[in-house]
């Protein structure tokens, strides 16, 4: 064969490849979690979602009570009580549940949440009845005593001095913003809680507490990886299944007003070195049309390098060196249940205004509002969220998974939403992308937090004197 030839026959090759490639992609199935979804006569939910990708078990427990949620005489129990959960149970001593796991070759973890706290355990999965047992211990009876309540209070009251209180930067702006743009109290309040309750928590008021909100009927139970499911629901039928139910108070109303008016405040950090500026403006309701519109807006506003305030502020203007922002910074726009900020961050240099980075800000805002995005924006930013997303699907032990099912089962009743995500994201179009950045980008529905390194003006107007 003559070598034109060959290279003749191997191009069709290709193309005939390419071709078929494209078919047989158009038939693939789309990737699914596998979701089964049950309900314990206690009203426990259980996610139970098999994966033998790796032979380990996770198993999260998720409580519907989260800081923004606690009731307004109890604030910072729901920190508080992601560190009690950790200091024995009926059945295991003060850290043993730690060192079960630990023994075992596991990691753990617990956070608290807008609007939950939750406890989790990656293990090998020939250990995943022993967790069950260990999980059911503590919901069935922690070990609520006067010596864990006052060590856990100066461990919570020291936790806010270290990470708050005297780190430049404390708390700016996931703990500030809130504050500052919110007018509801359940969404306003210092979500650490005033040191003041804490000290003022009596046991009573701990075990009350506990009571009510880490009862089954509270909670959802998921289960993620290597496991066999009959099995699991019988270990979990027998572990939690004989645990009460309790009364439980209505839900708080967590709705915030229209905000029509913009916000400006400032705060003084005497630690900081230079100063900052966060924006934040109030979200669409989840699961709207508008709110997937905004979920590909923070893709292609702030998401990447690519992203448009990175490359007006970093690239083009060198106002800063990194924009930081998103939805919901202490998770993902997901893992939440009511109103939420999208929020934006930096810090500056002192000889750049807060106002000519505003101007930036606002020229991107009012193009995005004025004129539909192109079609190569919207794609790019749609394949930036399906990879964020299988990012989230792929963290170690499926914890990224895990979130999502439980807080899809605890919100919505539906831990399958998880499969339709992609979807949803899908039928955003440029015209509702346009639509939303103009109802929710706009000036009046939004808050401006500055952040002034007061000691570094003070060294500056001391040696100009």
């Known amino acids: 064969m003559k070598p034109g030839l060959r290279l003749l026959s191997l191009g069709l090759s290709i193309l005939l ?37 790796a032979p380990t078990a996770t198993v999260a427990v998720y409580y519907n009570i989260g800081f923004r949620i606690e009731p307004k005489d109890r604030t910072g129990f729901a920190h508080l009580f992601e560190h009690m959960m950790f200091q024995g149970s009926q059945n295991l001593g003060k850290m043993e549940f730690i060192q079960l796991i630990q023994r075992n070759g596991g990691i753990l973890n617990g956070s608290t949440r807008f609007d939950f ?28 005593t006067k010596e864990n309540l006052k060590n856990q209070q100066e461990v919570v009251k020291n936790e806010v001095k270290v990470n708050v209180l005297n780190q430049p930067y ?21 979500f650490y809680g005033d040191l003041k309750d804490l000290d003022a928590a009596t046991l009573e008021d701990v075990q009350s507490f506990f009571k009510t909100y880490y009862a089954p009927n509270n909670a959802a139970l998921v289960v993620v990886g290597d496991f066999e499911p009959k099995q699991t629901l019988e270990w979990i039928k027998k ?28 705060k003084q950090d005497p630690l900081a070195t230079r100063p900052a500026v966060a924006v934040a403006y109030q979200m669409p309701a989840r699961n709207t049309p508008e709110y997937y ?29 990194q924009v930081s922002g998103g939805i919901n910074y202490l998770g993902n726009m997901f893992n939440y249940n009511g109103p939420m900020l999208w929020m934006m961050d ?16 606002d020229r991107i805002m009012q193009e995005l509002a004025e004129k539909p995005v192109d079609q ?10 399906r990879s964020s997303l299988y990012g989230e699907f792929n963290q170690t032990g499926g914890l990224g998974k895990m979130d999502l099912l439980a807080c899809f089962a605890l919100f919505d009743d539906n831990p399958a939403r998880i499969n339709t995500l992609e979807d949803e994201f899908r039928k955003v179009t440029p015209e509702l992308i346009r639509e939303t950045a103009k109802k929710y980008l706009r000036s009046t529905n939004r808050t401006i937090l500055s952040v002034e390194a007061t000691n570094v003006m003070k060294n500056k107007m001391g040696a100009a004197q």
């Not at 190569?376 to 969220?385: D, E, G, I």
């Open 17 to 53: 490849a390419i071709s078929s490639c494209a078919k047989k992609e158009d038939a693939v199935p789309k990737f699914s979690v596998p979701v089964e979804y049950h309900k314990l006569e206690n009203g426990l939910k259980v996610v139970l979602s098999p994966d033998a990708t």
């Open 117 to 144: 706290t939750n406890y989790f355990q990656v293990v090998p999965s020939n250990k995943l009845e022993t967790i069950l047992w260990g999980e059911a211990d503590r919901m069935k009876g922690l070990a609520i």
């Open 170 to 190: 404390g708390g700016f702006p996931w703990l500030d913003m809130p504050q500052y743009a919110n007018t509801n109290w359940y969404n306003a309040h210092n």
């Open 239 to 266: 572990y939690f299944g004989s645990i009460a139910a309790q009364p439980q108070p209505a839900k708080p109303d967590i709705s915030e007003p229209e905000q029509t008016v913009e916000k400006k405040s400032k």
């Open 293 to 321: 519109a905004m979920g590909l807006l923070d893709q292609i506003l702030v998401q990447g390098e690519d992203s448009k305030l990175h490359q007006a502020l970093v690239q083009k203007k060198g106002y800063t060196g």
């Open 346 to 361: 930096l810090i500056h240099d002192q000889n750049v205004s807060a106002d000519s980075i505003m101007l930036e800000v």
């Open 376 to 385: 190569a924006t919207l794609n790019r930013a749609l394949v930036k969220m």
